[in-house]
C-alpha cells in the first residue's frame, strides 16, 4: 500500500463544477507536491509545499487553487475546469534527509475528466 | 536548465532477459540526483532506484540496478531476469537544485514503455 493515500481515485465533473482532490501522508514529511500528467506524457510539476507554504508555482491558471491545511494534509481545489485539464493528477511528499532511501513517495493519482 | 532525455519510446524484451533503459541528463550542477520510476497503467509512480552525483559505485535494489557514467552524463537502468510484472512505463528524472529547505524539484524525461513478452 502506498504510503501517500489520495482521494478520490477518480472523478468526472462538469465545466462548472466546484470539486477538491485530497492528498494525505503520515511519514512526517515536510514537503508536498502537485503533479499533473496527460497521457503518454512524463509528469508535469504544478505546485510545490515546503513546511506549509507554498514555494512553487508554475505558473498553474487560477481554476486551480492549492491548499495545505497542516504538514499531513495537501488540497487541489478545482473551479471552471476546462476539457483539457482532464489527466492524472498526482500528489508527492518528500523527506529532506537521506534522499538515496525516500526521494519522492506518489499518491496512486486521482484520474480527472472533465466534461 | 535541467534535462533528461530518454531517446527509447517502447522497447519489447522476452521474459527472464535482461534490459538496459537508456537515460541521459543534462546539468551544470555539481550535485544532483537520479532516480528512477515505474509506472504501471494503475497510474502509481513506484520509485525503484537512487544515484547521487558524488556516489562512487553504481547503485543497485534487487533487480534493479543504475549503470552511471558521470563523465558522458548518463544513468541508465538495468533489470536483470525480467519478469512479466515489469511490464510498464519507466521514467527517468533528476532532482534540481534546492528550491527551499525539504523541496526537491523533479524533472522527468519522455518516459520508455517496456513490454515484457511470455
Known amino acids: 500500500d502506498t504510503e501517500v493515500t489520495q482521494t478520490p481515485k477518480h472523478l468526472v465533473m462538469g465545466m462548472t463544477n466546484k470539486k477538491s482532490l485530497k492528498c494525505e501522508q503520515h511519514?512526517?514529511?515536510?514537503?508536498m507536491y502537485w503533479y499533473k500528467q496527460k497521457a503518454k506524457k512524463p509528469p508535469e510539476l504544478m505546485f510545490v509545499y515546503s513546511y506549509e507554504k507554498l514555494s512553487i508555482n508554475e505558473s498553474v491558471p487560477s481554476r486551480f487553487s492549492p491548499e495545505c491545511p497542516n504538514s499531513s494534509l495537501l488540497n487541489l481545489h478545482l473551479h471552471a475546469l476546462q476539457p483539457e485539464d482532464s489527466a492524472l493528477y498526482l500528489c508527492a511528499s518528500s523527506q529532506d534527509r537521506r534522499p538515496q532511501f525516500y526521494g519522492y513517495t506518489f499518491g496512486s493519482g486521482t484520474r480527472l475528466t472533465v466534461v | 536548465a535541467q534535462k533528461i532525455t530518454q531517446t527509447q519510446p517502447g522497447m519489447f524484451v522476452q521474459e527472464k532477459e535482461a534490459v538496459t533503459l537508456d537515460c541521459t541528463y543534462d546539468?551544470?550542477?555539481?550535485?544532483?540526483?537520479l532516480f528512477w520510476y515505474k509506472q504501471p497503467s494503475s497510474g502509481e509512480m513506484i520509485f525503484l532506484i537512487y544515484?547521487?552525483?558524488?556516489?562512487?559505485q553504481n547503485a543497485t535494489e534487487g533487480r534493479y540496478s543504475l549503470n552511471f557514467q558521470k563523465a558522458r552524463k548518463s544513468a541508465n537502468l538495468v533489470i536483470s531476469a525480467s519478469q512479466l510484472g515489469d511490464s510498464a512505463m519507466y521514467f527517468c528524472?533528476?532532482?534540481?537544485?534546492?528550491?527551499?529547505?525539504?523541496?526537491?524539484?523533479?524533472?522527468f524525461g519522455q518516459g520508455t514503455r517496456l513490454t515484457i513478452n511470455p
Open positions: 544515484q547521487g552525483s558524488y556516489d562512487e
Open positions: 511519514m512526517g514529511h515536510r514537503a
Open positions: 546539468t551544470s550542477d555539481q550535485s544532483y540526483g
Open positions: 528524472a533528476m532532482r534540481e537544485h534546492r528550491i527551499i529547505q525539504g523541496a526537491q524539484k523533479l524533472v
